[in-house]
């Protein structure tokens, strides 16, 4: 090994160190239908797990996973195209396209694989040419970031759900030859508000973009009995390709993309993080099969999480904490300063709740927050016990 770069590695440690940056994985522990965690023998209530419907620990996720595992084994063995597409893996995507609406889908390893790995495909010159224009939201998940500068084409972004701004762009650059994308979530995931998804799809229609739309924080929550919001009727159809997680409200591990046909092939035959990625085995498969049984039927939970949303923000409100524009169950406490967040993180972990610190690069120059995740499982009696936290 090259002793210069280990001692540049320390040195760039040591900045982070001296920065008050440097990260360090803490264990613990699920307790309680995962709503809770131990940590150092001490039980904290969650508000920063994105386990949005308590389906993380739920039973008909744990016995479909075990039965499928006990049925098909724990390791898909090889990637799809070779012999790891098990029949599991075709009834799920059916099953995925039904769900989101669309003519096909396409299960992925992990939402930021999936990203990265998809808009790449996308990008590649022999179909997107080799002056692509691509419009991203300023906060569109750093995945889809890195997904652009991998393909190595131009992003233009654009202010974050700014679509004064992206028309602006767009107009800008209407003359320029190459296919044109938008990119952008549907639910920001730091920030809990929406894009404007009619708006959007007016925009892409009149400039002939393609659309993607990161679904990871709306799927199981939002939309039509969870479906997201791009199963919406008023845009049914409009976007390109919507992609999503299962890590999240679903409760397990893994992303899907749903999409045309022609596009799902074109994946199969060109996405290099889909070809050379071993399959999703199948216990999470089974987590996923059943939580999307379950999904649709939770209205009662997700009018819930509804509620503690509302409750949260009207609560941050009195006590003059920002909460930004979020309209979900994603709540941000924005306090501004680094510390001021850690401290704020530290003080509730004394009172037995765990809200982390968010702080940039995560999140830009003074927009450091507590990024408070709702569940459905939380009690109302664990949402007093974070807003008491709270209170000034
Ligand atoms: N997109 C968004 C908007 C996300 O918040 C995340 C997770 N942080 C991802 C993609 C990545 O998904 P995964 O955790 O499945 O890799």
């Given amino acids: 090994m090259d002793t210069a770069f280990l001692d540049r590695l320390d040195a760039r440690l040591a900045e982070l160190d001296d920065a008050g940056r440097r990260r360090s994985l803490r264990p613990l522990r699920p307790v309680d239908g995962a709503m809770a965690v131990e940590r150092d023998g001490r039980r904290l209530v969650n508000f920063s797990s994105n386990d949005y419907l308590g389906l993380a620990c739920h039973p008909a996720l744990i016995d479909r996973a075990a039965a499928w595992a006990a049925e098909w084994g724990v390791g898909a063995t090889a990637s799809r195209l070779v012999c790891g597409s098990f029949e599991l893996h075709a009834v799920l995507e059916a099953k995925l396209a039904a769900f989101k609406g669309t003519e096909a889908a396409l299960i992925l390893n992990s939402g930021f694989q999936a990203n990265e790995a998809v808009l790449s495909a996308l990008l590649l010159p022999e179909v997107a040419g080799t002056a692509p224009l691509v419009f991203a939201d300023r906060l569109a998940h750093a995945s889809m970031h890195e997904g652009l500068k991998a393909a190595g084409v131009r992003q233009i972004r654009f202010r974050h759900n700014d679509l004064q701004h992206l028309a602006d762009l767009l107009e800008k650059h209407a003359g320029e030859p190459g296919p044109r994308f938008i990119v952008t979530e549907t639910v920001f995931s730091m920030d809990g508000d929406r894009a404007d998804l009619p708006a959007l799809c007016d925009l892409a229609e009149r400039f002939g973009c393609f659309l993607y739309v990161d679904e990871a924080h709306a799927t199981g929550v939002l939309g039509p009995q969870g479906r997201g919001l791009a199963a919406d009727p008023a845009v049914k159809g409009r976007i390109d390709l919507v992609m999503g997680t299962f890590g999240k409200a679903l409760g397990g591990f893994g992303a899907y993309v749903a999409c045309s046909a022609r596009l799902r092939d074109w994946l199969v035959n060109r996405c290099a993080g889909f070809i050379y990625s071993t399959a999703l085995p199948p216990p999470v498969l089974g987590a996923i099969d059943a939580a999307l049984d379950l999904v649709p039927t939770l209205e009662a939970e997700r009018a819930r999480l509804t509620a503690h949303g509302g409750r949260v923000r009207a609560a941050l409100a009195d006590y003059g904490i920002?909460?930004?524009?979020?309209?979900?169950?994603?709540?941000?406490?924005?306090?501004?300063?680094?510390?001021?967040?850690?401290?704020?993180?530290?003080?509730?972990?004394?009172?037995?709740?765990?809200?982390?610190?968010?702080?940039?690069?995560?999140?830009?120059?003074?927009?450091?927050?507590?990024?408070?995740?709702?569940?459905?499982?939380?009690?109302?009696?664990?949402?007093?016990?974070?807003?008491e936290a709270l209170a000034p």
């Fill in 322 to 387: 920002d909460t930004g524009a979020s309209t979900t169950q994603i709540v941000p406490a924005v306090l501004g300063d680094e510390r001021a967040a850690l401290a704020a993180a530290a003080r509730l972990e004394e009172a037995g709740l765990l809200a982390v610190a968010i702080r940039p690069p995560t999140v830009p120059a003074g927009g450091s927050r507590l990024r408070l995740a709702l569940s459905a499982a939380h009690t109302d009696a664990g949402i007093d016990r974070l807003l």
